[in-house]
């Protein structure tokens, strides 16, 4: 048994050197060169804004939309309410008499589904630029299009991101959060600098309206209830369009703050994640779609299998000296006193497994430097919230996800679907 542990923990870590190794080899050799052009024109745009059950954040997402600095005559937003239950419906037309002066529209339709919901917004978008802005994040740049519509500098450029963040923390689990999405944005910006950007998040994601409808819009059966962002940037990724990652502007987002809906939302981005990169499985390893092909595919379809095996590792390493310390005291009628006095504390430096300390040191500086770095492109300090958070998310965020990971596949197996 120990022997099949090793071996599945040396694959892993393998796979984990190789893919840090990869991305710092590209954030040295692959500087990014975004190439943005003159606005001598404004475009119209439009915000669509799909929505279910959102009664809580949607008025003030609707707030931050039309308080965007761009002329009236050239913006549009469109709420689109997806069959709430709620008062969704009844906040966004608050909104709206709040802004009277701006072009906000209210459509009520039956739940479909959010891709369907962003479809239906599509189809009465007037602008020539769409974005989609989740009911539960804000934009705090006013500036914000003016910042990201310059990077629509030629025709294969489909869609540009800005850096997403946590905004309001208001416990641990959210702080912890914090970090991850710094982190994401981190590698996103160096996946950007290869075209291997594998989703489209739904906060403040702009599109060319006229390569959507191209290409079809939204899923609404496949990804009804699962990533509809993930498989557009595929489906986009498949066409040989570019998606474009800047840190120029932040969109703020709500985190979820306690562990239910947290693994909720996990397994929507993991389950969805894999389930469409097994839809798009010809792309894989295919070199006609360039690194995106042969690197990113792959990695999504190991990245979840790496982190359970490391899991169960640790699992395993740390019971079976449970287990042998139980079996030590059974066999003495727990005296635990005599145990005590027969503990050897010889300790030879021939003693120490240092292939592990090294792949482990490794891990470790790298990880600290991709925090760091992260942090210093987000314009944001490592320790906002203090150390405590900090120390939480490189001991124990690890454990969450991977967790997350087992009742992935546990589901994927039971077949049970995901709703929005």
């Known amino acids: 048994m120990e022997q099949l542990v090793e071996y599945v923990l040396w694959a892993t ?24 052009k003159r606005l001598n024109e404004l475009p119209k745009v439009t915000i669509i804004v799909p929505a279910y059950n959102e009664e809580i954040g949607i008025k003030d997402t609707l707030r931050s939309l039309a308080k965007l600095d761009y002329p009236r005559d050239r913006l549009e937003i469109i709420a689109v309410n997806d069959g709430s239950k709620d008062q969704t419906a009844a906040r966004a037309r608050e909104a709206i008499e709040e802004f009277n002066g701006t072009d906000i529209k209210l459509i009520n339709q039956e739940n479909k589904g959010k891709g369907a919901a962003m479809n239906t917004g599509i189809r009465q978008a007037k602008g020539d630029y769409v974005v989609c802005m989740d009911a539960d994040s804000i934009i705090p740049d006013k500036k914000a299009l003016y910042k990201m519509l310059p990077y629509f500098s030629s025709e294969d450029i489909a869609a540009v991101l800005p850096c997403l963040k946590v905004g309001e923390t208001k416990n641990l689990l959210q702080k912890m959060q914090r970090y991850e999405y710094l982190v994401n944005m981190f590698y996103k910006e160096l996946m950007g600098r290869l075209d291997c950007i594998k989703v489209t998040p739904g906060p403040f994601a702009i599109y060319r309206k006229d390569v959507l409808l191209k290409i079809g819009g939204f899923d609404e059966v496949f990804n009804r209830h699962l990533t509809e962002d993930l498989e557009i940037a595929l489906r986009l990724q498949k066409n040989n369009y570019r998606i474009v990652q800047t840190m120029e502007t932040d969109v703020l987002t709500i985190p979820p703050d306690n562990l239910k809906e947290f693994y909720q939302q996990r397994k929507r981005w993991y389950k969805g994640g894999f389930l469409n990169t097994l839809r798009y499985k010809k792309m894989i390893l295919d070199r006609k779609f360039g690194d995106f092909g042969l690197f990113e595919m792959p990695t999504t379809l190991v990245s979840g299998f790496i982190m359970i095996a490391l899991l169960f590792s640790m699992i395993y390493y740390l019971a079976k000296p449970a287990f042998q310390t139980w079996a030590k005291l059974s066999s003495i009628n727990f005296d635990i006193w005599t145990l005590l006095k027969k503990i050897s504390w010889d300790i030879s430096a021939l003693d120490f497994h240092y292939s592990l300390i090294f792949v482990g040191i490794v891990m470790a500086c790298a990880s600290i430097f991709v925090i760091k770095r992260s942090h210093a492109m987000a314009k944001e300090k490592v320790f906002r919230y203090g150390a405590v958070p900090f120390i939480f998310y490189i001991a124990m965020y690890f454990i969450l996800l991977a967790v997350g990971w087992v009742v992935i596949y546990y589901e994927l197996i039971r077949k049970k679907e995901m709703k929005w």
Request: hydrophobic fraction near 55%; charged fraction near 20%; charge should be positive.
């Open 13 to 36: 870590y393998f796979f984990s050197l190789f893919f840090v190794i990869f991305w710092l080899t590209t954030f040295i050799t692959e500087r990014e060169v975004k190439t943005k």
